[in-house]
């Protein structure tokens, strides 16, 4: 049985790489094959090295590793969703590593030794989806996750990938805008995070759009759709999240309308609004871990509906 590496750590790191593959801990022994799959690419404007290596989810990679096997030709690679919304706090940090943990529970590994071939992408300069990592007991995941740290290759090189089959790509909490474009053109800035962006948003097969219920949410939906999305032609599922089951039905039959009125496809039901979930974030739960109750039942539902619903939503041709 070959063993495939199936893990990317990625960080920035001055000097030689084979200190940072030492300094993770579960990696001491290295052997050559390691170093082979370590790539860099120069951030220019900071001089620091960027490496990516490609590690197995346990440890040291078996004596039978051999680099990834090419892909066939006409394969379009692993199913790239971008969760994306031009408002921040909306949910798609939430919703791309639990959406990733319910996919991931239910995709057969490529060995048995091996980690579901899910990954969730964090494309945040700021490397937030490390933040969320670093409080994440590793093997309780179903899913692994990455930080391109500006990076702008590695997701487009994941897709090639042959042993990865979804990638979930958690953006940026604020989108950079350039409010002086024009309406023709892509309103996309030109910083770090914008840059990080448009290279996602060139390998996207489709795409989720949180909002929640509240007006407020409604403008920077429909710009993320009309001008981001619809022109480069990515298909797109609006989904309601954060709707509080208490508050009673009026808020979220108010949105819904609203997005069929723009004849957006959404998905049947909202994701609903649950403590556990706020809380799950802190303690680097994911909903496929929580404690059993009802709630977390529920939790959980909202979920695997939307992975459904997802589904039934063709990719990019
Ligand atoms: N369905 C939900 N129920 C309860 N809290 C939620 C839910 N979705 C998101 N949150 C909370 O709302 C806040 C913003 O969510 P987050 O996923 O970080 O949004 P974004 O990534 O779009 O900025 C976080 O504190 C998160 O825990
Ligand atoms: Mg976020």
Not at 75 to 97: F, M, N, P, R
């Amino acid at each position: 049985m070959t063993s495939y590496p199936t893990r990317v750590l990625t960080e920035s790191w001055r000097g030689d790489p084979t200190d940072l593959i030492q300094r993770h801990s579960n990696l001491d022994s290295v052997d050559q094959s390691w170093q082979t799959s370590t790539s860099h690419t120069a951030a220019a404007a900071s001089g620091m090295v960027q490496t990516s290596i490609r590690v197995p989810a346990h440890g040291k990679p078996t004596e039978d590793f051999m680099p990834p096997a090419q892909q066939t030709p006409g394969d379009t690679g692993a199913v790239v969703d971008v969760v994306l919304s031009q408002k921040g706090g909306v949910g798609k940090s939430t919703i791309t590593v639990n959406l990733a943990a319910v996919i991931g529970e239910n995709t057969r590994p490529n060995g048995p030794d091996e980690d579901a071939p899910v990954i969730a992408a964090g494309i945040d300069p700021q490397g937030s989806m490390e933040k969320w990592a670093d409080k994440v007991e590793e093997d309780a995941l179903p899913f692994d996750y990455v930080s391109t740290r500006g990076d702008n290759d590695m997701i487009p090189a994941l897709k090639r990938d042959p042993l990865v089959r979804r990638i979930i790509v958690d953006c940026p909490g604020f989108m950079d805008i350039d409010p002086t474009a024009e309406r023709s053109k892509d309103p996309l800035g030109h910083g770090a995070a914008a840059d990080a962006l448009r290279a996602v948003l060139e390998v996207a097969d489709r795409a989720i759009v949180p909002i929640n219920p509240e007006w407020l949410a409604f403008d920077p939906t429909e710009y993320t759709i009309e001008r981001i999305l619809r022109p480069r032609r990515i298909p797109f599922l609006v989904v309601v999240n954060r709707w509080d089951p208490r508050d009673g039905r009026e808020d979220l039959e108010k949105v819904e309308a609203w997005i069929d009125e723009h004849g957006y496809p959404r998905t049947p039901q909202p994701i609903r609004k649950y403590k556990i979930h706020t809380n799950a974030a802190e303690k680097g739960l994911v909903v496929t871990r929580y404690a059993e109750s009802g709630t977390a039942l529920r939790a959980r539902e909202d979920f695997y509906k939307l992975a459904i619903a997802l589904d039934g939503l063709e990719v990019r041709s």
